[in-house]
């Protein structure tokens, strides 16, 4: 299940981690999925996120692996 626009709560702040950002150019949206505690657990979990976006219609992905602590975890261009 992917989540929609929002940011969180200040208790549910987001963690400083390794995080799987992919950005689809249809619909034209920014997915921030995490935290993980390794690069190699965030590319292990990469592929399934990818097959979901996917199957909900998603084209055009591009997928990047990093450490940051992301203000939003979906985001939608207008």
Do not use: H
């Not at 920014?30 to 998603?58: C, H, W």
């Not at 992905?61 to 975890?73: A, D, F, G, H, S």
Request: proline letters at 5%.
């Amino acid at each position: 299940m992917l989540l929609t626009n929002r940011t969180l709560p200040k208790q549910e702040e987001i963690k400083f981690g390794w995080w799987v950002k992919i950005v689809t150019l249809l619909p034209e949206c920014t997915y921030y999925i995490g935290p993980f505690n390794s690069i190699r657990e965030a590319a292990a979990a990469q592929v399934g996120y990818m097959e979901d976006l996917k199957q909900e219609g998603a084209q055009e992905m591009t997928v990047w692996i990093r450490q940051c602590k992301p203000k939003m975890l979906t985001s939608f261009e207008d």
